[in-house]
Nanobody, 119 residues
Framework: VQMVESGGGLVQPGGSLRLSCATSGFSFSSYDMGWYRQAPGKECELIASITSGGGSTNYVDSVKGRFTISRDNSKKMVFMQLNSLKPGDTAVYYC?????????????WGQGTQVTVSS
């Protein structure tokens, strides 16, 4: 099982980014997927999820209305559009099969992609 995240970077407050996650090694279309993020010194939090067929999404309140998760089952990829970014969104972002809403660390899942929001 492998997840490879990309698309992060340094952006000013109010800016946008589009994250991508390429997956392999499992039956992608059978699983609900999620984007997690981990800020320094904090636990890893599920911030957005999407059902296996893509028909339903959920977001934590802190990103609702600003972030949009999507998926392409034919390409085994999951995406997240990040708009109206705030300094509090600074974190390493990871994708994975949807699991618990909070995990101690996501670092073992892969390299993640760093999002830094700063002026």
């Amino acid at each position: 099982v492998q997840m490879v995240e990309s698309g992060g970077g340094l952006v000013q407050p109010g800016g946008s980014l589009r994250l991508s996650c390429a997956t392999s090694g499992f039956s992608f279309s059978s699983y609900d997927m999620g984007w997690y993020r981990q800020a320094p010194g904090k636990e890893c939090e599920l911030i957005a999820s999407i059902t296996s067929g893509g028909g339903s999404t959920n977001y934590v309140d802190s990103v609702k209305g600003r972030f949009t998760i999507s998926r392409d089952n034919s390409k085994k990829m999951v995406f997240m559009q990040l708009n109206s970014l705030k300094p509090g969104d600074t974190a390493v972002y990871y994708c994975n099969v949807k699991q618990a809403p909070v995990v101690s660390t996501c670092e073992s899942w892969g390299q993640g992609t760093q999002v830094t929001v700063s002026s």
